[in-house]
């Protein structure tokens, strides 16, 4: 996800205790994640694919991202002798559409993160493994493409590391833990991408990092608004109404929140890999910041520990424009025992002209399905994000190719679909009725987004990008 105090508390104005939507414990099964595509579809160019001419580029510039030794992929695509152990899971997977996980419903080229195969590349593997799964003349393949054996960026700019291993316990349930790392910056840098790297992945169930920086020593006080002169108009306007609850009392007070966490700035949850930020923009650290890595630790019947690491790889440049993060919920909701297709609203007003760049929807084990709609100030509307098949085990950024420009005046309304009945297999306990909380077998309405502020431009519109 991205600023806030813990994700959703960035409206209140009192510290408050860091909060997150919790995330399944980040089992991959056949994985798929690419950012960029092949500008043409890939198809096949006999009656029979062989996986040297013709299966092969589709799998090295969609799969193999996560499909490869080290990677998060439970095996590797890299080659024919490993494609072709694995035909009977590849099938099932690309026919029913479950890989590469993708979600969203609309036309390729909206999200510039799209991981869905293109029909004819899906049909070229389909008959690839229907004829035999062919090897082709291997000599003439593609060369296979390569990956860093460390961080997927390459080799970061600056690594900042948990202080000390963190032992999570064989079982019980662990309360979010948060660590301070000053980030010893000693000038401002602008970071164009971020990567998490958790030390023990089986029970890291997310991570979340903020960043704080301490005020300039010189810093003056911001001017009074002149007498009579209008307040300006704020930048977000939200639903009161959809508040969160109030936090339960804490036991763990060893690794327990700061008084101030300051802006979100990075995750990982599962199907969230490096998050690079789009062309033309970058997130701000100031020289100072110090870091808080909120970790969310699951018990797997067997002690274990970590040490998460995060890497950042900065601008060459200052940046067109400045990207931020933030969330908008509801907190106030029931999800009564037994229910099917409980519908649960959240909207977010808009003071000011905002571009927003990606949405990132989250519930629990009982969601189902999401979509986003902006109602614009001339009362038409635009349903900008559908997701009729939410995946809680992926947790997707829908990054638009193109942003979206929202003018002043308008709102985004989200609506999230809740399964609490019995035949939602992943139902915790459809004997309980459901509200906001942290934990798996809770729920949440959440729903991260980056954007930028067109009056804040740091350069001028068709200028240097």
């Not at 909120?294 to 995060?310: F, I, N, P, V």
Request: proline share 11%.
């Amino acid at each position: 996800m991205s600023s806030s105090h813990s994700l959703e508390r960035s409206a209140r104005s009192h510290p408050v205790r860091a909060r997150v939507a919790t995330v399944i414990t980040m089992s991959v099964v056949l994985v798929g994640f690419v950012v960029g595509r092949a500008p043409q579809p890939l198809a096949a160019r006999s009656a029979e694919p062989t996986f040297a001419e013709d299966v092969a580029p589709i799998l090295y510039a969609n799969c193999t991202t996560c499909h490869h030794p080290g990677g998060l992929g439970p095996f590797s695509l890299l080659d024919y002798e490993g494609a072709k152990a694995k035909t009977d899971e590849m099938h099932d997977a690309v026919e029913a559409r479950y890989m590469p996980p993708w979600h969203a419903e609309g036309p390729h080229g909206v999200f510039r993160n799209d991981r869905r195969l293109a029909d004819a590349d899906r049909q070229t593997i389909l008959r690839w493994i229907e004829s035999g799964a062919k090897p082709g003349d291997l000599s003439k393949a593609a060369p296979k493409p390569e990956y860093p054996a460390a961080w997927s960026m390459g080799t970061p700019d600056a690594v900042v590391t948990m202080p000390a291993e963190f032992t999570v316990p064989a079982s019980g349930t662990v309360e979010y833990q948060y660590f301070e790392i000053p980030t010893n910056f000693t000038e401002e840098k602008w970071v164009q991408a971020i990567e998490i790297m958790p030390g023990a992945r089986e029970v890291v169930h997310h991570v979340l990092v903020y960043a704080k920086a301490p005020p300039p020593p010189s810093a003056a006080p911001p001017a009074p608004r002149p007498a009579g002169a209008p307040a300006p108009a704020p930048l977000f306007i939200r639903n009161r109404a959809h508040n969160l609850p109030p936090d339960p009392p804490r036991l763990d007070t060893l690794h327990a929140p700061p008084r101030q966490l300051g802006a979100l700035i990075g995750s990982l949850a599962p199907g969230m890999t490096m998050m690079e930020f789009p062309k033309g923009t970058a997130l701000r650290l100031r020289a100072g910041t110090v870091l808080t890595f909120q970790m969310h630790y699951t018990a797997h019947g067997h002690e274990m520990k970590d040490r998460t690491a995060l890497a950042f790889r900065f601008a060459k440049e200052m940046p067109d424009e400045e990207i931020f993060a933030s969330q908008f919920t509801n907190g106030s909701f029931t999800i009564p025992a037994g229910a099917k297709d409980v519908q649960v609203p959240a909207e977010l007003g808009f003071g000011q002209p905002v571009r927003i760049w990606g949405l990132l929807p989250h519930t629990h084990l009982r969601g189902t399905r999401w979509q986003y709609t902006l109602m614009k100030p001339d009362s038409t509307s635009e349903v900008v994000l559908d997701v009729p098949h939410y995946d809680f085990k992926w947790q997707t950024y829908y990054m638009f190719a193109k942003p979206l420009d929202i003018a002043a005046g308008s709102k985004l309304t989200s609506m999230a679909w809740y399964d609490n009945s019995t035949s939602n297999k992943a139902n915790p306990d459809p004997t309980k009725d459901v509200k906001w909380g942290d934990q798996t077998w809770e729920e949440m309405q959440y729903t991260g987004f980056l954007y930028t502020v067109p009056s804040r431009r740091l350069r001028p519109s068709g200028g240097h990008h």
